[in-house]
């Protein structure tokens, strides 16, 4: 008899003797880990996790740096990023990239040697140069009145709108302050120049570190469970009788785990899919008033409402991606609890 067909013989009546059913293919788990791992490189706010991120993509053994960045690296970095340096840092970028040079260039250039002068210019811009550098480009905007002239009813009716219907809360706070009772036409302007950039980025930013920091602590805790719910199959297909049955229990329960554990992310990911199309929609809107608009004010919005609009749209598609990780998990779950209690041919 041939090699190969003892093989095939030998696994059939393995199969036969257990009860057990060879398991579907298995979601590739360092694939999707890999993923993961890429879109935080590309997208997470803070500076250092992303580097962390991306030391474990380079790594010499990328399958083992993966798994040690998802279980314990990234909630590290997390821990590095916190540290006063790094999140000056990070400030100082947001300022750069929410405080354009035409309409903020006190505050950008303030930024910008903040950034390239180390971690004690740094320092001094958080605690007290960015505001410093706000003023002076207030200061200068009331002195020419340019600004303020060019706002028009329809200016405010549209911050108004945002104040009320806005999906980022932001957004809605700085349209909200913008408005006060105490407010003057600066303030309006001043909303227009960097605030509302500014809030939208803020939004943008907590709703990526909130979405990933979850669905990292769930990777984390699913990687062993899954793990074990496989052994514990593996070991079963290996045995017969009674300790055969008592192994499939194991097994059984041991996928009844991961499946449980598929229930807040995939709640959570179809959320984040809908929060992420309402943002993608309100910034189409907004780059479509901002380009039927002609005051002045409008045009920092207009350079900025169309890339924070396909911002959005990738966040959907992220969302997508990882909802359908989750699905595809539950579904592997829920096959094996299957095929254990002998529910699969």
Known sequence: MKPRMR??????????????????AAVDQHSANWSMTRTVTLY?????????????LVSTNVEAAVTRFIESGFPYAKKRAALNDARNTDFCLRVLATHTAEFAPEVHAAAQYALDGGAAAREAFART??????ARDRQAREATGT?????????????????DTDPGP?????ATYALRPAATDADLVEFFAYDWSNAAALDLEAFRIRVTDEDMRWRAGVAGLLTAAQTAEAQA???????????????????????????????????AQRVAEEQAAGWH????????ATGLNWNVILGS???????????????????????????????GQQRTTGGAA
């Open 170 to 174: 932001q957004v809605r706070a700085a």
């Open 129 to 134: 140069g960015y505001a410093a550098a706000k």
């Open 7 to 24: 093989i095939l013989i030998v696994t059939a009546a393995l199969v036969l003797s257990t009860g057990l059913a060879a398991p579907a």
């Open 285 to 292: 809107e907004v780059a479509a008033a901002a380009g039927g």
């Open 147 to 163: 600004q303020a002239a060019a706002l028009e009813q329809f200016d405010r009716d549209f911050v108004v709108l945002l104040r």
């Open 237 to 271: 297909r290996e045995l017969a009788g009674e300790a055969a049955e008592q192994a499939r229990a194991v097994a059984a329960r041991a996928w009844g785990e991961v499946a449980a554990q598929t229930a807040s992310p995939r709640v959570v990911w179809a959320d």
């Open 44 to 56: 997470y706010p803070q500076s250092s996790v992303r580097a962390a991120a991306w030391g474990a």
């Open 305 to 335: 409402a169309g890339t924070t609009a396909e911002s959005w749209a990738t966040e959907r598609e992220q969302a997508a991606a990882q909802a359908a990780y989750w699905s595809d998990l539950l579904a592997e779950a829920l096959a």
